[in-house]
């Protein structure tokens, strides 16, 4: 055909393929809990067969996994690497991690900073201590944020009904011996953190280690965009440092949210 390549009869087809992977794709991420091959069918509007097939496909790349036990689906690990993958290149990693250097190069310790993002913690960079024996938290799929200093920073910061739908949707589960379990006390927890600016984690998610995190605040409408953190081993903790440790932290997130509103405009 001059002027061009002929059109490919299998393009709308395909197009329409496309279509289908992406509304089951937006309807697991819009669910809060496991979905159904059934679920699928009837929120897309595809059958069952067509359903099950596109699931098992995406299942087998790892986009969609099944809840261990049960044959609901959800969002697999696939879509945490690409996250990471994107994040990486963000202007808040690529502003923070000068920052985090600096605060390691400062404490010796491993810093953090995290976003909240669909009910889980996500990393978006760290500066690993330079102490023979440093924390290292390696970020998983579903950190919880209920029993982290950096979650508990985010929990706080969130407005009161995203809070109550985090919580209506969260078991508490024990990871260690001083894990807070109990809704009403951790409620009062962040209502600590609320008031003193900082939040700390005391083995809550691994033995033997613990955090100090702090808020970085959006430029433009003091809501927290993010946390930073420092973690180290329990033989570290002096809370003698404390006032210390967050003085620097407060810093370096008043730092990086100055810049933010400089890129920002």
Request: aromatic residues 6%; positive net charge; charged residues 20%.
């Amino acid at each position: 055909m001059p002027g061009g390549r002929p059109k490919s009869k299998t393009q709308p087809d395909a197009v329409k393929s496309v279509a289908k992977v992406l509304d089951i794709l937006e309807h697991l991420g819009s669910s809060r809990r496991p979905v159904s091959v059934s679920d699928v069918a009837r929120a897309t509007g595809f059958n069952v067969s067509t359903a099950f097939r596109l699931l098992q496909t995406l299942t087998a790349r790892g986009y969609v996994e099944q809840e261990p036990g049960h044959r609901g689906y959800m969002l697999g690990p696939r879509f945490f690497h690409l996250g990471r993958a994107y994040l990486k290149g963000s202007d808040l990693a690529s502003l923070a991690r000068p920052h985090l250097e600096a605060l390691r190069d400062k404490v010796g310790e491993t810093c953090y900073l995290v976003i909240f993002s669909q009910g889980e913690l996500v990393q978006l960079c760290k500066a690993d201590g330079q102490q023979v024996v440093s924390a290292s938290i390696s970020s998983a799929p579903r950190d919880p944020a209920y029993c982290t200093a950096t979650g508990k920073v985010l929990l706080a910061g969130l407005p009161e009904e995203a809070l109550a739908r985090y919580l209506a949707s969260v078991r508490l589960r024990a990871l260690t011996p001083q894990t807070i379990t109990a809704k009403a006390k951790l409620l009062r927890e962040l209502e600590t953190v609320r008031e003193k600016g900082f939040a700390l984690d005391l083995e809550e998610f691994v033995v033997n280690l613990c955090c100090v995190a702090v808020p970085v605040r959006d430029p433009h409408d003091g809501s927290v965009a993010a946390a930073i953190s420092m973690a180290m081993p329990k033989v570290r903790f002096k809370r003698a440092q404390l006032p210390d440790w967050q003085a620097q932290l407060h810093q370096k997130a008043h730092l990086i949210t100055q810049q933010l509103a400089l890129i920002d405009g």
